[in-house]
């Protein structure tokens, strides 16, 4: 029986093997050169690509929305100082009520109208009782405003005191009786004199004129403080700028010179301080617009409610100081 012969496998088929084993083997020898680096260090395989921008989301979050800051409230009575400045906000005057066409009636009261003694307990460096000696002199008066801050006036016999006497406006509104030789005249203090000697009055025109001749210039006299009799009553005003929040108050007319001004706190009784130009002021706002108690020299105290924060309008009251 013949043998089979052996079989031999198709050229095409073994040149196919030989590529496929040497295909592996090339890939085997790519896979040990990709795994080390020339000095024996792994390579770092990183987890996932950094997208590229073509692949980056486009979508942008959406902006919050500016708020507008909230202005910030000035502190009160920031209008700092009395009569307020160029550069600090002046607060706008209060507007008088347009409800009604009858004026907020004025109550008034009196106490202690007549102290026992005839003293001048809270009298300051003019007391009254001594004569002060000292010298005059003049000088024009024009419409009679002065540092006292009362306005014009038709009335010129007036007089601007000396700064030492004038201390701080305390003998605002004071009346004196000024004399040389066998003439006198009753001034009103309405001004200062910076640069008067103590004692001395510095006379508007027409009072001096009442004195000596104008040319005399300076002439030796004596004065003393008056108590006079008089019709007018105190009147109450408001300065300037004045509001709930802020306000200077002062005090006209008033017989004798006036020592304090206090405001009602509701509780109490607050006194203000006094300026040069002769307004108290209450600068938090406090008593602004509610009752208050003048007191003179004398101790006398009038108490006075109803009066409107009105800037600039002069309110008269219904009372005056007693006559000593």
């Known amino acids: ?86 550069t600090r906000t002046t607060p706008k005057p209060a507007k008088a009520p347009t409800t009604s066409a009858r004026p907020s009636p004025v109550h008034t009261t009196v106490a202690n109208a007549r102290p026992a003694s005839g003293t001048a307990p809270l009298a300051g460096r003019i007391k009254p009782g001594v004569t002060y000696s000292g010298v005059a002199t003049h000088y024009a ?13 038709s009335d010129l016999m007036i007089a601007a005191m000396n700064h030492t006497d004038y201390e701080t406006a305390k003998a605002c509104g004071a009346y004196i009786s ?10 009103r203090v309405t001004n200062e004199c910076p640069e ?56 006209l007319g008033h017989r004798n010179p006036l020592a304090r001004l206090e405001v009602s706190t509701g509780s109490g009784w607050r006194q203000l301080t006094r300026e040069t130009y002769n307004y108290f002021l209450s600068e938090d706002g406090t008593g602004c617009g509610g009752p208050l108690r003048l007191t003179d020299i004398y101790g006398e105290q009038l108490t006075v409610s109803g009066i409107a924060v009105r800037p600039d309008a002069v309110q008269a009251t219904r009372v005056q100081f007693a006559q000593h």
Not at 15 to 36: I, N, Q
Not at 55 to 84: F, I, Y
Not at 178 to 187: D, E, F, L, N, Y
Request: aromatic share 4%; hydrophobic share 40%.
């Open 178 to 187: 000024v004399r040389a030789g066998g003439a006198s005249v009753t001034v």
């Open 1 to 86: 029986m013949a043998s089979s012969p052996h079989r031999r496998p198709a050229p095409g088929r073994r040149t196919a093997l030989v590529s496929a084993v040497a295909v592996a083997a090339v890939g085997l020898v790519v896979s040990l050169v990709m795994a080390f680096r020339p000095h024996g260090e792994p390579q770092t395989v990183r987890a996932a690509a950094t997208p590229t921008a073509s692949t980056r989301s486009t979508s942008v979050p959406p902006k919050a929305p500016k708020l507008k800051p909230k202005p910030s409230k000035a502190p009160k009575g920031s209008e700092a100082s009395p009569t307020p400045a160029a």
């Open 196 to 251: 008067c000697a103590v004692g001395q009055l510095d006379l508007s025109e027409q009072a001096f004129a009442k004195l000596a001749a104008l040319n005399a210039g300076r002439i030796s006299v004596t004065w003393s403080l008056l108590s006079p009799s008089t019709s007018d009553k105190v009147s109450i005003r408001y300065k300037t700028g004045s509001s709930a929040n802020w306000c200077g108050i002062q005090a």
């Open 141 to 153: 008066a024009g419409d009679g405003n002065g540092a006292c801050t009362y306005g014009p006036t």
